[in-house]
């Protein structure tokens, strides 16, 4: 651990400190050099004794197609569990803290305004104290999940469980800073400890594993104090929508099709998912009709979408579908929905309507199985999975992600579940 020393520029706090976040902006923020961490867990509260135990250090495992390479990083000072208010107050109004970094997943922006539940509003405390304490110094928020906006969708979430005056007080004191983060993090296999402890002698028993690939584009807008996160090959930008767009429609809506259409097809891993004939197709199709919606030259996203191709097919990397099939209610609506609407109706967008159908034909697999299914609206899902007549079903599905009873998705969907790849 190495706690804040003297010569350290400032303070930065995380919120969400899974695997992602230790893959990818603490891994930058180490190569910036000079920055104390503070990290506050997810919803895995373990993490935070198992993380303080091993002093902040953890083994960072990149695995290649080929080969891994493995490290140890080492820049967190301290882990708290998420619902310790009180120390991320502290922490927020103390003048040396110029920088919050936010994993939380798409749906901790829609928590609410209880601060027991929602990182946005244990935020708006913090910024509070921060204010009655009179510090002047901006603070920037930069939100890194896979939204679109997300600096303003964090900034909306802030200011609805903020306090008047911290309202008032917010456009002269708070950078809110949109931010796209790529890099593919499975869930650790079982050998991952014994390959970190064999390579660097660390015993770690929360190891990482990543892909080579790594990708941070930030929007330019700090008054502040920051990581020079450029030492790490973090761009900076004006125009950061171009790339959240591309990555979200791109990547994300190709892993969420392949999430439940490999599943139901009988595939586990997205490299098994990918080189399955019949999914690889709807792949395609989603990304034809991704590109149409992306004003980028075709030769750029001929070379992002082979790369990510290559990404998807590394045969070491193990990434389990489950992973990323949690949460499609909150995916959906950002991956998948708007290119459909952008395209002007389903019948333009059939490889997106095929992620929808996917997702419906799963977690009506699931239900029925009585598998469970991770979402924030699970218990709906359930309910809704449980009705017999496809058409109320799939309607009663698709409410949970804002499309009216009688929309034209809902037949479509109903169609094209009967449509997918079946072992
Ligand atoms: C995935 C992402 O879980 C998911 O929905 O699509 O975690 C994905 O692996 C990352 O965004 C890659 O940068």
Request: glycine share 6%; hydrophobic share 45%; aromatic share 4%.
């Amino acid at each position: 651990m190495s706690a804040p020393s003297p010569s350290d520029e400032g303070r930065l706090v995380h919120l969400g400190i899974g695997n992602f976040a230790r893959a990818h902006t603490l891994v930058a923020t180490q190569r910036a050099g000079s920055w104390s961490v503070s990290a506050f867990t997810g919803r895995t509260a373990a993490m935070a004794d198992a993380l303080n135990a091993q002093s902040g250090q953890y083994g960072l495992i990149v695995r290649g197609a080929e080969d891994d390479e493995v490290s140890i990083v080492d820049v967190i000072d301290e882990v708290f569990p998420a619902d310790d208010v009180d120390a991320l107050v502290r922490l927020v109004a103390d003048p040396f803290t110029a920088v919050v970094t936010l994993t939380i997943t798409e749906k901790g922006y829609a928590a609410g305004n209880d601060p027991a539940t929602s990182a946005p509003a244990r935020l708006a405390l913090g910024l509070k104290a921060r204010r009655e304490a009179g510090v002047t110094e901006p603070i920037a928020l930069v939100s890194c999940d896979n939204l679109t906006g997300n600096g303003e969708v964090l900034r909306e979430a802030v200011l609805a469980a903020a306090d008047e005056d911290t309202r008032a007080w917010f456009e002269d004191h708070v950078d809110v800073v949109s931010s796209m983060v790529d890099r593919i993090t499975p869930s650790a296999d079982e050998g991952a400890a014994d390959l970190v402890q064999e390579r660097t002698g660390l015993a770690d028993t929360v190891p990482v594993v990543t892909e080579p690939f790594t990708e941070w584009v930030v929007e330019d807008s700090f008054r502040g104090r920051r990581p020079e996160w450029e030492k790490a090959g973090v761009q900076f930008t004006d125009d950061l929508e171009i790339h959240e767009l591309r990555k979200l429609r791109l990547l994300n809506g190709a892993h969420t099709l392949m999430a439940y259409a490999g599943q139901v097809a009988g595939v586990e891993r997205v490299d098994e998912a990918i080189g399955h004939r019949e999914v690889r197709a709807l792949v395609e199709q989603l990304w034809s009709e991704a590109r149409a919606t992306l004003d980028l030259p075709a030769a750029d996203l001929d070379a992002y979408t082979d790369a990510l191709e290559a990404r998807f097919r590394n045969p070491r990397l193990a990434d389990n579908l489950i992973r990323i099939a949690a949460d499609g209610s909150v995916k959906l609506p950002v991956r998948a929905l708007p290119v459909i609407a952008e395209l002007g109706g389903p019948e333009k967008a059939p490889g997106e309507v095929a992620a929808v159908a996917a997702w419906t034909a799963w977690v009506t697999d699931r239900v029925r199985a009585g598998a469970e299914v991770k979402d924030p609206r699970a218990d709906e899902i359930a309910t809704a999975a449980a009705i017999e007549d496809p058409t109320e079903r799939v309607t009663a599905l698709l409410a949970l992600l804002d499309v009216p009873a009688g929309d034209p998705l809902v037949a479509a969907v109903v169609a094209e579940e009967l449509r997918l790849p079946r072992p």
